[in-house]
């Protein structure tokens, strides 16, 4: 037998050894890939992932996303406007089918919001609305008017009067609905007074300094009304460093572990809990619903339960709600 001979030979027994032990449909199997083809691909953009609350918001999104055996692609703008703007374009430029959006400022998001229509890529609004809720398919939120309200009838029930600040947000429509709840609540009463008011941006690091200059503008101030649970510890961290911690009621919104650590032990005085994975679920849901062609409902408001010294106990002091 000559060499060609018995190198045929030897190629037809290795193809056919392969043929038996299925090492030749390994070899030929497509790893490309190809088979993914399938796995959707969803966004999300947030006012900000420097808050704990939008980090298990999108934790949860995820969670539901990945269990569809689909890609969530989350972006954090950091509170710039034209950065989520920006972040909308990229998404849908990526090929994204839906998009979660958390927006920086309620009335400006609309430019990306028409994009997305044009694109015919659903939009689903997670804690605050947007202004013309024609540009998306759902929106989540929770209950903020009422949370507003929460507070101000536990500091009517605990207090016959006082000086108020607010710390507020007011690009975002959640923080104005939270502040007009609490303002229209307390307004029967003349002996509240609105003494200053101030924009924070619901962040920790800047309700700090501002609740500083407050404070050292208008020493009457005995009691502050922050539009969110960072912004409350923020205006704490001022207080204590004035050593006025222990004569301002502050309030908040949100159910942050840490704030319901600081209500335990009586630093600060209530907030009206969120459910950020609550939230998130939801959203989720409504998007698969919409993949399926179920209808959703156009708004879902979650109800907030206070949380004071009055009802907090050890045991609710773990994790978010």
Known sequence: MGDSMKKVFLTTAIIVSMLAT????FATTDYSL???????????VYMTLNNPFYEVIDEEIRTVVENHGDVLISRDPALSVDKQVEEIQELIAGGVELIFINPVDWTKIEP????????????????TNVEDDSLVACTVVSDNYSAGVQCAEHLLKNSSGGKIALLKHSQARSSMDRMQGFLDKISANKNFEIVAESEC???????????????????????????NDPAAMGALAALQNENRSGDVKVYGVDGVPETKEMIFSQRMTATAGQSPRQIGKLAADCAYKIFSGEPVEKIIKLPTKLISAENISAADLEGWD
């Open 201 to 227: 941006l619901g962040q920790l690091e800047v309700a700090m300094p501002v609740m500083e200059n407050l404070i050292k503008e208008h020493p009457e101030i005995n009691i502050v009304m922050a539009l």
């Open 112 to 127: 990306a919001l028409e994009l997305a229509r044009a694109a015919k890529i659903p939009v689903i609004a997670i804690d």
């Open 22 to 25: 299925g090492f030749y449909h």
């Open 34 to 44: 190809r088979q993914n083809e399938h796995r959707r691909k969803l966004g999300a």
